[in-house]
């Protein structure tokens, strides 16, 4: 056990389940974390996602798409491009799963 001050939050993070055949994306869900008081859902990044072939081209117009309209604060805007880049890395390596 640790005292609470100790405890580490992850600055932002990307849970993401890709269902590939044929190196096409048939279904995404995709959420986020560390950006909000509760994770968020991204459908518009799921629809995108859906029935285009595996490319990193795709993976990084998704995370461009998984910040579109974000209003940060002034002290947390870093976390616009943190969080872009971890939506793009993570969907990249759940692509190359076998």
């Known amino acids: ?3 609470r001050q100790s405890y580490q939050f992850a600055l ?4 993401v389940a890709l269902d590939i055949v044929a190196g096409t994306i048939r279904g995404a869900r995709v959420a986020v974390g560390g950006v909000a008081t509760v994770p968020w859902r991204l ?3 799921e629809r995108e996602l859906q029935g285009r072939p595996i490319d990193a081209g795709l993976f990084r117009r ?4 998984s910040v579109a309209g974000a209003q940060p604060l002034r002290e947390n805007g870093f976390k616009v491009e943190l ?8 969907l990249a390596t759940v692509a190359a799963m076998p």
């Open 1 to 3: 056990m640790r005292d």
């Open 12 to 15: 932002a993070s990307a849970a």
């Open 43 to 45: 459908p518009a990044v």
């Open 62 to 65: 998704a995370g461009e798409l």
């Open 83 to 90: 969080l872009q880049r971890t939506v793009e890395r993570q």
